[in-house]
């Protein structure tokens, strides 16, 4: 399964361990997170979440290899009931606090859930990538919608179209982050933040991140559907196609032909 949950002084915690594989997220593991996240937003014992991959890496996004065979289609089982898109869905509908220990590279959606996170801290040696339109793929999860006011137009399409990384102190200015720490005390850190919560009267905590994310959701729900609907269509592309194949080949793609 390669998710590991535990709920521990209030604050329950996702973490992500398939090291051996760059903690690369599979169907069972998007079902597993998504599992968790409505788990712990039912448990009245929880005042937080805590998500975590392990020292180095958060995750290197969706295991291409699986991804393929189940691809998250639109419409029948494959379409909006599928892991990938229950996982989103019960992140956008946590109404406790989410706060996310990044230590190493998050790439892809690795980068685009901590846009739905309500805290954010980063290693110094993190990296945060979003290289879609690399793989012949569009952006997900709203990050289409939501990067460019926290960027401006010019740097979001730096990000998404290019897929520049961030570096752990840009995702801070961008306002993705909320702090730079040595990669031995984020976890550590991020769980004390977790934890503050257990002082707090919960049902006003609840309202105001209501407040807070409201506002947005239904035109984020509305993106999530959108891009889906362009991402499933990209999957089965040509490009597509060959960004896949040069990456289990280990090598450049070649999109001179398109």
């Known amino acids: 399964m390669s998710i590991r949950t535990a709920t521990l002084n209030g604050v329950a915690t996702i973490e992500i361990a398939r090291p051996e594989k760059k903690n690369a997220l599979t169907v069972a593991m998007y079902q597993a997170m998504a599992e968790a996240l409505e788990a712990a937003a039912a448990d009245k014992a929880v005042r937080a979440v805590l998500i975590t991959g392990q020292p180095g890496i958060f995750t290197s996004g969706n295991d291409i290899e699986d991804f393929m065979q189940r691809p998250p289609g639109q419409g029948g089982s494959n379409g909006a009931e599928s892991p990938v898109f229950r996982f989103m869905r019960a992140l956008l509908a946590c109404d406790k606090p989410v706060v996310a220990a990044v230590t190493g590279a998050a790439i892809g959606i690795g980068t685009t859930m901590l846009l ?61 982050a909320n702090a730079v720490l040595p990669a031995t005390e984020v976890v550590n850190h991020a769980r004390r933040v977790a934890e503050r919560f257990n002082a707090l009267p919960p049902g006003a905590v609840q309202g105001a991140k209501k ?48």
């Open 211 to 258: 407040l807070l994310r409201g506002p947005q959701r239904e035109a984020i729900l509305a993106t999530i559907k959108t891009e889906g609907e362009l991402f499933a269509q990209r999957l089965r592309s040509p490009e597509a196609m060959e960004a896949f194949q040069a990456f289990f080949q280990k090598r450049k793609p070649d999109f001179s032909q398109f």
């Open 116 to 176: 739905h996170c309500d805290f954010v801290y980063v290693s110094d040696e993190a990296r945060l990538a979003m290289p879609f339109v690399s793989l012949g793929l569009v952006p997900e999860f709203a990050s289409s919608l939501l990067l460019p006011p926290l960027l401006g137009q010019a740097k979001a399409a730096e990000k998404l179209l290019l897929g520049e990384p961030f570096t752990p102190e840009q995702a801070v200015d961008a306002g993705i």
